[in-house]
């Protein structure tokens, strides 16, 4: 008898049923992953947009600076910061977190910055506090890009924001937004396919429960 891939030995016929419904489903999903992933891509060129501004420090830069020579993708991340409380989101630092620690992998493709509007040395002491290396990080120098992307809504909120731009003969041009999605439960799950806590919260038997991510529990890497 071949050994099952799915179960360790002594599993029960009732487990073995479930887990084959369940790798069915999961191969449902990964079809519909991909699915979705094919109709992004075919989504048309968007606008030509503005030669946006940012710090990297006390250093200025533009948003057509961030395209390396021969990548002519960008990928930005806007992360949320409260100007009146002086306050970063403890979920969108999560995902730059994760964003860090594969953006070398990425920029094998793709340029990949996180941003946010923030003053530039309270972006750079919050990116050391939480150990970002790999990821460049940007404080925008106006708030333009946030109010022209949805990274800010008219109240002066922020609103953490995915966006893709492409650099062409004709300029950068826009290819896609997303924002994450707030149920009524409160929690914002509408970006999680790009930071990997919740899917191994998802492998659990308590799954996602009603955890938020924290800023207290994370400790410098200087500390």
């Given at each position: 008898m071949?050994p099952?891939l799915f179960?360790?030995?002594?599993?029960?016929d009732?487990?073995?049923v479930?887990?084959?419904?369940?790798?069915q489903a999961?191969?449902?999903?990964?079809?519909?992953?991909?699915?979705?992933?094919?109709?992004r891509r075919a989504?048309?060129?968007?606008?030509?947009?503005?030669?946006y501004?940012?710090f990297?420090?006390d250093?200025?830069?533009?948003?057509?600076?961030l395209f390396a020579?021969?990548?002519?993708?960008?990928?930005v991340?806007?992360?949320?910061?409260?100007q009146?409380?002086?306050?970063?989101?403890p979920?969108?630092?999560?995902?730059?977190?994760?964003?860090?620690?594969?953006a070398?992998?990425?920029?094998?493709?793709?340029?990949?910055?996180?941003?946010?509007?923030?003053p530039?040395?309270v972006?750079?002491?919050?990116?050391?506090?939480?150990?970002?290396?790999?990821?460049r990080?940007?404080?925008?120098?106006?708030?333009?890009?946030?109010?022209?992307?949805?990274?800010?809504?008219?109240?002066?909120?922020?609103?953490?924001?995915?966006?893709?731009?492409?650099?062409?003969?004709e300029?950068?041009?826009?290819?896609?937004?997303?924002?994450?999605?707030?149920?009524?439960?409160g929690?914002n799950?509408g970006l999680?396919q790009l930071?990997?806590?919740?899917h191994?919260?998802?492998?659990?038997?308590s799954?996602?429960?009603?955890?938020?991510a924290?800023n207290?529990?994370?400790?410098?890497?200087?500390?």
């Open positions: 071949e099952n179960a360790m030995p002594g599993a029960s009732e487990y073995l479930a887990r084959e419904k369940l790798m999961e191969l449902e999903l990964r079809a519909e992953v991909e699915r979705v992933a094919e109709l989504l048309p060129v968007g606008p030509s947009v503005p030669d501004v940012f990297e420090g250093k200025r830069v533009r948003l057509y600076d020579e021969g990548k002519p993708y960008l990928i991340f806007h992360f949320m910061y409260w009146d409380d002086h306050e970063f989101c979920m969108c630092s999560m995902w730059v977190d994760a964003w860090d620690g594969i070398h992998h990425v920029e094998q493709r793709a340029n990949v910055v996180a941003a946010t509007l923030a530039p040395d972006v750079q002491a919050w990116a050391k506090h939480r150990g970002w290396r790999r990821i990080v940007l404080a925008d120098a106006d708030a333009a890009f946030a109010r022209d992307t949805g990274a800010e809504d008219e109240k002066g909120d922020p609103q953490s924001t995915v966006l893709v731009f492409e650099k062409t003969a300029g950068v041009r826009h290819l896609y937004t997303s924002h994450p999605e707030t149920p009524p439960e929690l799950r999680d930071c990997p806590t919740w191994i919260f998802d492998l659990l038997p799954g996602r429960g009603d955890w938020n924290g207290g529990y994370v400790e410098s890497p200087a500390s």
